[in-house]
């Protein structure tokens, strides 16, 4: 039995006054544990695929700064990296040679993008690829998938997931309605919903943009000819088809869900993985597209940072390290055995429980059957997570603060991790 109460001092404190400087005490909603309950840890140094805390706990880390840490945190190649491109100087605002190695690696990896432009989040990825949608097509209307999360840009503000779901926010106030009324919505998984909405709305739709695998309702895998089936339909229609693989790409196979699923779209965002750890986006996609994007054309879209050296770097780092054989089989070997193993300590302890993993990307629901949309994953016990998620941070894990967020796991995860996690979850699971 492992010791179960851990000194949380330092923590409380630097969190209360935080609460007086930020609003909710954080720089972003859902590490406030609003959902879970408790008090959110403040980190002090994250190594591998531990994080410790500032009153010196350590935790196996399940959440890798919400997928970039692939590698695992702080990787020593990324990290050296990083001094020596310090040296050079943080941020020129102009163009930088490590733009064009970064810019191929993408383009190399990647099937459905020739050309990309670098941002520095993948909020603003899906801001300017939404933008880039429309002057293409000419159309205005855009089809999102309820509970996929593009990033917080208005637009995209729609039955949203991710610290909205978590939240249970209505759709935000200071989004006007004629912004949102061309933001249409259907259930994930559902193309005859699809087929209808492109139906009532000839000629008027701009594209379909989902999260090929749902990361921001918990993890929800397309069901079999899903994606296929938008691939189709898009055409079919003269729409344009956009993948936001922020959370997949580089994650669930090197080539993202696109590589995966073998469905290409015309566009992708990407953030995350590809920038390391420093804050990156991207879009990318066909070249006659992506080359209406300023200068090159007429759509605008700018940025100080974009690009920038550092991010670069970091991300160039990254990918090489991915590069090495065996990475996306070891993810999947280790993120296997911890999906089934919890799926097998909750049927043993009693609990209706569902879930699974692609590569290094998983997630489970405190709910029988198997979760296809975002309305399923609702019906998840969220109470239960909420204390399934303290008993394991009392052990030693840190998992995602939300039954609405997938987890990632590391190469630098071992099997004896995966074991001690295992561990701990029966632990909680039977006392639940
Ligand atoms: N919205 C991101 C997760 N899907 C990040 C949450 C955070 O950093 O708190």
Known sequence: MVNTTIKTTKSQEIFAAAQNLMPGGVSSPVRAFKSVGGQPIVFDRVQGAYIWDVDGNRYIDYVGTWGPAICGHAHPEVISALHAALEKGTSFGAPCALENVLAEMVIDAIPSIEMVRFVNSGTEACMAVLRLMRAFTGREKVIKFEGCYHGHADMFLVKAGSGVATLGLPDSPGVPKSVTSNTLTAPYNDLEAVKALFAENPNEIAGVI??????????????????????????????????????????????????????????????????????????GGRRDIMEMVAPAGPVYQAGTLSGNPLAMTAGIKTLELLQKPGTYEYLDKITKKLSDGLLQIASECGHEACGGQISGMFGFFFTGGKVHNYEDAKKSDTVKFGRFHRGMLERGVYLAPSQFEAGFTAIAHTDEDIEQTLAAAREVMSSL
């Open 210 to 283: 989902l999260e090929p695998v749902v990361g921001n309702a918990g993890f929800i895998p397309p069901d079999a000819g899903f994606l296929e089936g938008l691939r189709e339909i898009t055409h079919e229609y003269g729409a344009l088809l956009v993948f936001d693989e922020v959370m997949t790409g580089f994650r669930i196979a090197y080539g993202g869900a696109q590589e995966k699923f073998g469905v290409t779209p015309d566009l992708t965002t990407l953030g995350k993985i590809i920038g390391g750890g420093l804050p990156v986006g991207a879009y």
